[in-house]
């Protein structure tokens, strides 16, 4: 299942990007800082989906099969509808790494104590600790760069941490929904736009509902 459920959390991020390649292409206008951030993002997500994959989320064909299939049709479905409604776009995605999170959450609760007696995957060794880490801040826009340093020292952990990953998604697709992102949303290392104390309780606010981020209560 969460092989299944990252081979499609990818495919918004690879819609995006193209789109915004597309239009710096014709000239429309650049957004390197949306390009960079969007980057990560699916960077991210491919971690994600490389561990599930060194867990063995993938050995059945017709899993393979069918995720293939539906990011595919995913991908063609976001492209217009990113061009034509680039805000519902995000918050679909939005919608989606919200699930994500409470999918990771009920996991971790239900399996937290088995989770702890196993070891880490390597590769999320490798991107959570000892690899370069700067594709690792770029994707968290509501946090300063080199300030999140998870532990990996067993499964339990690397799952807490796709968990806490999927909510800082949420967090940036939200911000690329407010009504002046075009002038406030940047690269993490271009420039935090929250201050210090928005950074040290923050809450994300839309229309809608409000979303009390985990461990700010």
């Known amino acids: ?81 990113y061009i034509l409604l680039p805000k519902y776009a995000y918050y679909m995605m939005e919608l989606i790494e919200q699930h994500a999170y409470h999918t990771y959450d009920t996991f971790l609760n239900t399996q937290g104590e088995s989770l702890k007696t196993q070891s880490a995957p390597q590769v999320a060794v490798n991107y959570y600790r000892d690899g370069d880490l700067y594709m690792f801040d770029e994707f968290q826009t509501f946090t300063r760069p080199e300030s999140r340093r998870p532990k990996v020292d067993n499964l339990y952990d690397v799952f807490l941490n796709i968990r806490d990953d999927e909510w800082e998604h949420v967090k940036t697709m939200v911000a690329c929904q407010k009504p002046d992102a075009q002038k406030t949303f940047k690269s993490p290392h271009t420039g935090i736009t929250l201050t210090t104390t928005e950074l040290e309780n923050v809450q994300i606010s839309d229309e809608k509902q409000d979303y009390q981020l985990p461990g700010s209560a």
């Open 1 to 81: 299942r969460f092989w299944f459920l990252e081979t499609i959390a990818r495919v918004p991020y690879f819609a995006y990007l193209s789109v915004l390649h597309l239009y710096e292409t014709l000239g429309f206008w650049r957004k390197a800082d949306w390009l960079k951030v969007h980057f990560a993002e699916s960077w991210n997500e491919l971690h994600h989906l490389l561990i599930m994959e060194e867990l063995g989320g993938n050995q059945y064909w017709i899993d393979r099969f069918l995720a293939k299939h539906l990011a595919m049709l995913y991908y063609w479905t976001l492209v217009p509808l």
